[in-house]
């Protein structure tokens, strides 16, 4: 069984660029994609990003998504940063051993 | 539109029982694997089951094996979760959620949530 692990908290001022990064401990970050859940306060969680790098429709493109093997970790940058992107992140990926779904420990975003 | 609404959530005493359920809609529900994630109040998000379009597979987390049981009616466009010998540590929010037609373990869609509470 593997963990995935986040900061618990970032921040940074309107219109920079954060990274939130997400560390797979055992096992391949490869081997099952990884997606990104934005919850808001007070709200049930959205996708922001799906399948490593994809955006579903609506979310805008300041949202990207990617992995690196050498790191054993995903990351999501949201660049262009409003206020609106405080939240919550949280990352997901799939555990091919025990059939169970697994989740990051979550990211609290703030925007000074 | 995609829409998930739960519902059935309470306060139970622990050792006791709660079956919530999700009515689905703006979507060919069988068509779907589905799954029940939790969250704790103030801590993150927890996955707890899910379940195959036909009902023929199902999945658990260790925390809820034996105890909880996930089925789906899709004539009723509905998922459940039957929850037994509840534990305090149980209480969470918990949410409806369809997994997408890709297959990439993941979800598309969330429900609103709904309450469960477990204390004496």
């Known amino acids: 069984n593997f963990m995935l692990t986040q900061p618990h908290s970032v921040s940074e001022s309107p219109g920079k660029t954060v990274t939130i990064s997400c560390t797979r401990t055992?096992?391949?970050?490869?081997?099952?994609?990884v997606q990104w859940y934005q919850q808001r306060p007070g709200s049930s969680p959205t996708t922001v990003i799906y399948?490593?790098?994809?955006?579903p429709s609506g979310v805008p493109d300041r949202f990207s998504g990617s992995i690196d093997s050498s790191s054993n970790s995903a990351s999501l940058t949201i660049s262009g940063l409003k206020t609106e992107d405080e939240a919550d992140y949280y990352c997901?990926?799939?555990?091919?051993?025990?059939?169970?779904?697994?989740f990051g420990t979550g990211t609290e975003v703030t925007v000074l | 539109e995609v829409q998930l609404v739960e519902s059935g959530g309470g306060l139970v005493q622990p050792g006791g029982s709660l079956r919530l359920s999700c009515a689905a809609s703006?979507?060919?529900?069988?068509?779907?694997?589905m799954s029940w994630v939790r969250q704790a109040p103030g801590k993150g998000l927890e996955w707890v089951a899910n379940?195959?379009?036909?009902?023929?597979?199902?999945y658990y987390v260790d925390s809820v094996k034996g105890r909880f049981t996930i089925s789906r009616d899709n004539a009723k466009n509905s998922l459940y979760l039957q929850m037994n010998s509840l534990r305090a540590e149980d209480t969470a929010v918990y949410y409806c959620?369809?997994?997408?037609?890709?297959?990439?373990?993941?979800?598309?869609?969330w429900g609103q949530g709904t309450l469960v509470t477990v204390s004496p």
């Open positions: 703006g979507f060919i529900f069988s068509s779907y694997w």
């Open positions: 997901q990926s799939y555990d091919s051993n025990n059939l169970n779904y697994v």
């Open positions: 055992s096992g391949s970050i490869a081997s099952n994609y």
């Open positions: 399948e490593h790098n994809q955006r």
């Open positions: 379940i195959k379009q036909d009902g023929s597979e199902k």
């Open positions: 959620a369809r997994d997408p037609e890709s297959g990439s373990y993941s979800i598309d869609y």
